[in-house]
């Protein structure tokens, strides 16, 4: 016998435990190969979780909830009480690794799309464990035209992960201090998918900024986020990418993304063909994120 579908508004039910959830996605995955497709979607989980482990996570790595691998990525469930160690320093010991697994692969460069939530998820050890809003919302926020346009933008030699993470995480976890990621390593944008209903506000972190996202004012971490001990190679160099051309305060771009400006507060995201004079920056087509650096104090929520 089939399980009954709950009406909704008829009655009150106990909330789910809520969970914290983070999914990753690989660029470009599906132009690769289809002979590359398996040893990547093997290599991502693998890459993760050697993460976790050097970031002192092995709590985590060893108690995920729902855990799936999507094939181009991974996504689970964990403790909210992780969260802010998720945040820092766990994405930039996961961007140092797979900075660390490129610079001596002979196959394809792995960059990923990070997106970290939380939410009430059904999670009692049945089949339907981890389905709901927050889950649909987590893969949104992976999807969504801002994190894409960012990390397109960004050095393929240099920055190696884009995180997005969720206006509730950021409220909860940054703006409360909980984590070591600081407010101002962070950008606003309006996360929205092409082709779906979604738009939430949402926030983006590089760990590793370069070329113009370097001169957007998306700055680079100050210290490491590898715990003492470990081996790390961050690079600083602006590198440029092909098609883009710097000169002053105006930024040419024939196609793909844009990032100009000191990004943070009262953001400006648009996509498709633009023409836009107010900040001296003119494309042809593609994505831009432009905006001022954001201020004020920790509790600003706005």
């Known amino acids: 016998m089939s399980t009954p579908v709950p009406a909704p508004y008829t009655e009150s039910r106990s909330l789910p435990p809520y969970r914290?959830?983070?999914a990753v996605d690989a660029k470009d995955f599906t132009g690769l190969p289809a002979v590359q497709h398996g040893p990547v979607s093997q290599l991502i989980p693998e890459l993760v979780d050697q993460a976790l482990e050097r970031a002192g996570l092995n709590e985590l790595r060893d108690s995920k909830r729902f855990p799936a691998n999507t094939g181009d990525g991974v996504v689970f469930g964990f403790d909210p009480a992780l969260l802010p160690f998720v945040l820092w320093p766990f994405l930039g010991v996961l961007d140092d690794?797979?900075?660390a697994y490129n610079r001596q692969c002979v196959g394809p460069r792995i960059r990923l799309r990070a997106s970290v939530h939380i939410g009430?998820?059904?999670d009692a050890g049945g089949v339907g464990d981890g389905n709901g809003t927050a889950r649909n919302d987590t893969h949104r926020l992976l999807?969504?035209?801002p994190v894409k346009a960012i990390l397109a933008a960004a050095s393929e030699q240099v920055t190696h992960l884009a995180a997005i993470i969720s206006q509730r995480v950021y409220e909860d976890v940054v703006l409360g201090a909980?984590?070591?990621?600081?407010?101002d390593r962070c950008v606003e944008v309006p996360a929205t998918?092409?082709?779906k209903n979604f738009s939430q506000r949402a926030w983006l972190y590089v760990p590793s900024p370069s070329?113009?996202?370097?001169?957007?004012g998306v700055r680079p971490r100050e210290e490491s986020a590898v715990p003492a001990g470990a081996s790390t190679d961050q690079e600083q160099d602006l590198v440029t990418r092909p098609g883009t051309h710097y000169s002053g305060n105006t930024q040419h771009v024939a196609e793909g993304a844009a990032v100009m400006g000191s990004v943070g507060r009262d953001i400006t995201y648009t996509g498709g063909s633009t023409s836009y004079r107010g900040t001296n920056q003119h494309w042809g087509g593609g994505d831009n994120v432009a905006g001022d650096k954001r201020v004020g104090e920790a509790g600003d929520h706005r």
């Open 143 to 145: 999807d969504s035209r």
């Open 97 to 99: 690794i797979l900075g």
């Open 211 to 216: 070329g113009n996202l370097v001169q957007a």
């Open 20 to 22: 914290a959830l983070f």
């Open 178 to 183: 909980y984590t070591g990621l600081h407010p």
């Open 193 to 195: 998918v092409e082709g």
């Open 120 to 122: 009430p998820l059904p």
